[in-house]
């Protein structure tokens, strides 16, 4: 059974700091009291003591997904965050603020079991009216998630007991069974918390509902012959032509990935946090940031090859839930083949997209993660979202970063086995079959260096074998103490067997790939740019660092030869309270020559005045060299952007020689 | 008073072949008679005997649209296109077949003048309640179009008499005046009809309504304070959310150009047929064929800069009707403001996007004129479209094209100019202020070639000035005789003035710039390619010519040097009788050095098998060099692309090195 990050990141520890221990620490500090201020202030936690009424958020009209309608997930991934951090390290406040909620909760279940604020308090009678688009049972998922957070850490049911008769509530209205509804979540993610449920403690309704709703999605006669969302939409007496802006078209159900049974689907459309189909998206319609979703309009899929980089290009969403969303696919993943492609993109969604979505004050946050600024859409970050599922998203995900570095286990008796996925400083105890106590400690520096060592505390009976990603950007590698047999390398994976680990308690790998290095995206994708990358980190440019430019460097250019300098940097981490010295954010800066364009007038010699254009204008030959100025282009780590304040002007993708 | 193409283009004879005598010729042999054929076929021209009911045509579930309400315009079309070819030459069968709808369109009108079929047929209570999207008001003015081109071949009134009633009654029911409506057509076009029709006949109706449409236009607040469009559809009853598929988002009205009063409008936006702004639309929407509208969502214009090539690149459209529709506007501005830029991108929509628009055997059409063929969409041509604007449009225009070669006129009794805006072989005969004959005859090979001889037949007395347009592609001319004194040019117009032309009653201009050049798209279009082109003509690759080809050229490159030959050829055009050998297109076929890139399988080397991609692929260096095949490349003019079967594919921008 696969061991979930949720689960057991608690085994992990970040004993000193890192890249990502200082993420966490962030939440610590301010971000998960930030996100509780947000919460009470927005009405989404106090509402839970059904006394809400309309008057606390007005927007109702708005169809088909008035904002209260997910309110219930914003909270219940703030409590599993929040349960996540106090597993790390208690807090009263937070402590507080979870009891009370959970209080309240209990409080607000229906007699039958049902938990859900919106359905209660505001529109009762539409009950599992809309499952396509209101979020009913994506809520409950969160609630799963949440109560099985809750109960990890208090180690007492009173959330997971009443989650679970709303799931015993919800399984008695969906399922195979002649006269239950054959529907299915229009936002997958309860599927996930149900099998995690069965998983934790074995509830057979959340198996049976988990993989229902699975197998059940996309059958285009399940309900009285009828596809369940046609259906649904006839009862509520919708005309098929109404239909949520997110639709292109009338009777689509590519949004939420409906349009066929799951198996059947072979290609990943629609909105890009629901679903997830692993060659298609990495090789044709992920950026090389790791964001997915470059259609604003349905927050999600294009056509292959479709990335442009910014508004000004011709879109860019790449939500920050949709990389938490491909960090959680590809740890699935790699349980059932581990294969460094996966985790590869793991960490690239991890160091680039998912870390650069929250600001270095743990207060601040990007939901769209462009590649590129325009003046429509500046390069700045937000302190809520009406629509704020990502802010507690990211605490839940750092908060339990510990369950993703690594797989590890006792095969037998006398064996164990770490793969080990990411790279930073930590430490993993365990048992083995025998019950001999293990620990495996790294210890690094990445992503700004490339040498990690190891440490193994076991009995030097048991046989153990490491497995090392080798990233696919590293050219080569190094392994100390060296040994005269070479290391196997399986699936992305540098095998240390046990015969070397018999010998050497401690050994460092030292990988190849930082020296910066410029990267290009896939020919298909017309983009004529080159961006600069280093290990697993992407660069970009800000205007901060680079004060003369004037158009969001849409005519910036980067040389295709010429050294690039690093230059060790540090931000400030403005949290607020104890000691500053110590909270900066090391990084690496680069600098490399480049140019910046100028546009030829439209004017001409034969009778017209300046500013009269010729058609010529509209499809002559670039005279680019003519008026190019040589730049020195200064770069920082993608997810350090817009931290600084400036003019919100920001790129990845620079044009190419 | 503007002198319209449709007034005055029977003026204007083309005596011998030319390119665009050949396009016309093409609809006397076969157009005509074919599209008359289709017409009777679907039954958009018999149901005008009002005896049609629902299955003659089934698909009246589409919404907003079933096709029938705009059939009425394509028979009107028909009409005019028939009528101006009547002009230059007589054809009994088609002759009749005017005069046979003429009668049923006569006895099909209501008592109250009333002339429409869908709503006199199928929907008679639903009359004016949808102006954004049923077409009604746009068919009333192709219905005004038709009856001026019948009343000017057939010198009586029988359609004009009906549908000046109809117009009457239409200015009852629409205008400012307490108690009317404050709406106007969903798809303008009847303003350009109205005015025409005052302008030939004087009717007040036409010119109150024609302006009253214009300036209404866009009124947030023009019917009981709401927008024209949201009050209708109140009116109707419908949803804020039931919006066609056409309307990216509820509330748009960019769709049809009314989010704004006309005069506030500052850029192109919606549907591309249905309203053009000059310089946004040249500088920035428009493709190097002529061709605009880059979305197929709503056919129109996407955000500047953005225009891919074809589907596969994300997207393209450029309607056949969108172009001849700038030609339209073109003509027009020609005369407010004599400038080339406006002729140039007459020209090359004429060359490129609406010549092309037209296989060689008058029976084969296109509707999308995409730069770039794929999969999805080949490089084909139906004979017939459910929505069929496009190919009574053309026969429409090329009936008249005469109309559109040159302004002419006499400001004073002894004082005569003609503008040349299109070189062909052409001759036009008018008579001066004093009432003596003038004709101004072109001879040329044109587009082929850049020679063109001039013939004035003029009294002696007369001043006669010729403006000659230099295009925007052209570095230099000859003129011949040659003289002292430079000629002037003004607003990209060569000026002879009448000291030349009383000495040389014939004289010849020789243009530079039919070397084949290379043109790149704007830099902001992100597309890194180049096109070749020749004079006004824009060429392609097909797969006819380069049978190696196999994936749509997505992967072939222009060598940016190396000679570029010519090749003398001509296609047959297949017009079923007459003697062939006089049926042929001739063209020039440019050959020049490309290559080819194959991809790199997606193996390595690291424990996997092959095929299993590392996520390198996704965003690593191209490595071009390595896998490039030079071949040689074969271009053909894209107006006579798919026309010789083959397998659909074609491309107009090829790779960049």
Redesign the interface.
Known sequence: MAQHPQTIFHETTLPSPSLLQSRREIFHAVGVKAQLAQLRKTGRYTCFDLKWQPGVYDDLSR?PCPPPVYWDSDVAKWIEGACYLLLDRYDAEVDAAVRAIVDMMRSAQGDDGYLNLYFTVIEPEKRWSNLRDQHELYNAGHLVEAALAHSKYYKNDLLLEPIIRYVKLIRSVFGPEEGRRHGYPGHPETELALLRLHAVTGNQDAYELGRYFIEERGNPTGQHGQHYYDWEAEERGD?P?????SY???YDHFYNQSHKPILEQDTVEGHAVRAILW?NM??RK?Y?TGGIGAML?WEGF?????L?QG????GCYNETCASIGVMMLAERLLHLDL???YA??ME?CLYNTVMGAMGLDGRSFTYVNQLASSEKDNDRRESWFETSCCPPNLMRLFGSIGGYLWDYGSPAADEVFVNVHLYTTAEVSFETGGGAKVSFAQLSDWPQDGKVSFQIKAPSTLKTTIRLR?P??SPDYKITPSTAEEF??????IVIPSSYTSKHSEFTVDFDGFAPR???????T???VVALARGPVVYCVEDTDNPWEKDHF??TGLARHGEIQERSRSMPMPLGSGDQAEKQCHYIELQAKGWT?KHEKGS?T???GRG???????????K?ADNEEAVTLVFLPYYLRANRGGRGMMRVGL?RE
């Open positions: 169809w005309s032509w109404k239909r949520p802006n292109v078209h009338a060659d990495v090789d992920m090389l309009n294009g056509i292959d090859y479709f442009p508004t000004d290009d011709g294969d460094s492609r590869d993109v690239l080798w696919s950007w196997e390398c399986v699936g992305g994976y410029q990267v290009y995206p896939h020919p298909y017309n983009q004529h849409r005519d364009r001409d034969r009778g017209r009269q254009k010729s058609i010529r204008q509209a499809y002559a030959a670039e680019e044009l």
